[in-house]
Nanobody, 121 residues
Framework: QVQLVESGGGLVQPGGSLRLSCAAS????????MGWYRQVPGKQRELVAT???????NYADSVKGQFTIARDNAKNTVYLQMNSLKPEDTAVYYC???????????????WGQGTQVTVSS
């Protein structure tokens, strides 16, 4: 059973920083792209950043230069370093991973349970 376990959310003041982590656990054949999305009540979930297995990254325009995504393939973990946080960054952040569970089986998109990030003074 593949699981994505997130950590690192919380309450931070404007201008502060947080680092989110998401570890993939369980048995699987290959971990492809991983990423972070966020959602606020009443709005659709939106892309924050993604990173391929080879390390190529993609960011939403709203977080370019502010957030950095990275991954540790040895630990099956993706990180999101969030700096200069603003109240509008407040959301539930979800980890996503495209995972091949076994050879000859198509990949499947997995989601973490979400972690709350609140930016407020």
């Amino acid at each position: 059973q593949v699981q994505l376990v997130e950590s690192g959310g919380g309450l931070v003041q404007p201008g502060g920083s947080l680092r989110l982590s998401c570890a993939a656990s369980g048995s699987f054949f290959r971990l492809n792209a991983m990423g972070w999305y966020r959602q606020v009540p009443g709005k659709q979930r939106e892309l924050v950043a993604t990173i391929t297995g080879g390390g190529s990254t993609n960011y939403a325009d709203s977080v370019k230069g502010q957030f950095t995504i990275a991954r540790d393939n040895a630990k099956n973990t993706v990180y999101l370093q969030m700096n200069s946080l603003k109240p509008e960054d407040t959301a539930v952040y979800y980890c996503n991973a495209d995972i091949v569970s076994s050879i000859y089986v198509p990949s499947f998109s997995y989601w973490g349970q979400g972690t709350q990030v609140t930016v407020s003074s």
